[in-house]
């Protein structure tokens, strides 16, 4: 599935009920059918996604989520419980989800796996998605040496309307951090972090005390990969969009990026600076001279992992394969022009984005 040398057919069905129970409450999960390549899997949970931002009804290009086994109890298809289905309204160039979760693997980020699809609800054209590997216990199993850690959403807490609350350490929001996978142990391993961090942050101590909950190589990879792809929405410019794995082993965290479609952007866009990120940790490790030095040996080594030539013949490709779906999408709501010079967008950044980062850095 997760290939991109074609486009998925996806058919999803949602009896009347299902429908309007949707339009009342889109968050819950009701009863469909669905079918990719022709092969059907009936009763399956299905759910609208996003919120500020991106969330859209039926009515226009919904995320989406479908879960196989939310019904009928360990229903799997081809092993997996569930996936994400990403509209790209954010995106007028289809890309960029897809290209930021291979600079992600290639810089050795635990990241989801992407595909595209043109989906249909109920027979409706709903264009072209992104097929997203749900983070769950199988995808933990993928990219984790001991994949029975604890597994929190950092996205932010969503009250209606634009009232929100980002998630991150250390401001008292430690309980409203969601576990997806593991054993409740009443947030103390995210409490932990936060602890420490208000004890040590801004002292000399601060990287060796952070360094016993936190996988600080981890994290550096990570961050170095967040601005090779210019995410402003996760976790150093935004403190959103990213999860959080303790690895049981070692107890250490580290950030894992979710939700890609705002890359590709530079910092100062959003009135932001990758030299002072918004993160709390990633701020505190900014201002601490070893840390910082052992991030910009990360950006060194993620400068080295990826191929410019290489990307861009990727890039290439997943155009090649999405264009005509983009530009003939029904419900996209960027107007078919743009989409050609947001594709070029991504191309460029692609083949001067090593030459900008080494240039910050002094690399």
């Known amino acids: 599935m997760f290939t991109h040398d074609r486009l998925h057919t996806i058919d999803i069905e949602l009896p009347h009920d299902s429908w309007n129970a949707l339009g009342i409450d889109p968050f819950t999960y009701v009863a469909g059918n669905f079918t990719i390549d022709g092969e059907r899997i009936d009763e399956v949970g299905v759910r609208l996604r996003g919120k500020v931002g991106s969330f859209r009804t039926l009515g226009g290009k919904p995320k989406l989520k479908i879960d196989f086994n939310r019904i009928v109890e360990s229903q799997r298809f081809y092993g997996l419980e569930s996936l994400s289905l990403n509209s790209s309204v954010a995106d007028c160039s289809y890309l960029k989800e897809v290209v930021a979760a291979k600079v992600y693997a290639d810089a050795g980020v635990p990241t989801s796996r992407t595909a595209y699809a043109q989906v249909r609800i109920n027979g409706a054209d709903y264009g072209l998605y992104i097929i997203v590997e749900t983070q769950d216990d199988r995808f933990l199993r993928r990219t984790m040496d001991d994949p029975t850690g604890n597994l929190y959403d950092g996205k932010y807490v969503w009250y209606g309307g634009h009232s929100y609350t980002l998630l991150d350490f250390s401001e008292g929001n430690d309980t409203l951090y969601q576990l997806e996978e593991g054993e409740y142990v009443a947030h103390a391993d995210i409490s932990a972090v936060s602890n420490a961090?208000?004890?040590?942050?801004?002292?000399?101590?601060?990287?060796?005390?952070?360094?016993?909950?936190?996988?600080?190589?981890?994290?550096?990879?990570?961050?170095?990969?967040?601005?090779?792809?210019?995410?402003?929405?996760?976790?150093?410019?935004?403190?959103?969009?990213?999860?959080?794995?303790?690895?049981?082993?070692?107890?250490?965290?580290?950030?894992?990026?979710?939700?890609?479609?705002?890359?590709?952007?530079?910092?100062?866009?959003?009135?932001?600076?990758?030299?002072?990120?918004?993160?709390?940790?990633?701020?505190?490790?900014?201002?601490?001279?070893?840390?910082?030095?052992?991030?910009?040996?990360?950006?060194?080594?993620?400068?080295?992992?990826?191929?410019?030539?290489?990307?861009?013949?990727?890039?290439?490709?997943?155009?090649?394969?999405?264009?005509?779906?983009?530009?003939?999408?029904?419900?996209?709501?960027?107007?078919?022009?743009?989409?050609?010079?947001?594709?070029?967008?991504?191309?460029?950044?692609?083949?001067?984005r090593t030459a900008e980062v080494q240039t910050r850095w002094g690399l």
């Open 197 to 352: 961090l208000v004890t040590f942050g801004g002292t000399d101590a601060f990287y060796a005390e952070l360094g016993q909950f936190v996988s600080w190589p981890a994290l550096h990879r990570a961050w170095a990969a967040e601005e090779w792809v210019g995410q402003n929405d996760g976790y150093c410019i935004n403190k959103n969009n990213y999860r959080v794995y303790f690895d049981p082993s070692d107890g250490r965290g580290q950030l894992i990026p979710w939700d890609n479609d705002n890359t590709f952007l530079y910092d100062y866009q959003w009135g932001r600076s990758w030299a002072s990120p918004y993160g709390n940790l990633a701020g505190a490790c900014m201002a601490h001279a070893d840390c910082r030095a052992d991030w910009a040996v990360a950006v060194g080594e993620l400068l080295s992992a990826i191929d410019p030539t290489e990307l861009g013949g990727f890039v290439a490709e997943i155009d090649a394969l999405t264009s005509a779906a983009a530009i003939h999408d029904p419900r996209r709501e960027c107007d078919a022009t743009s989409i050609p010079g947001s594709r070029a967008h991504v191309s460029t950044w692609v083949s001067q």
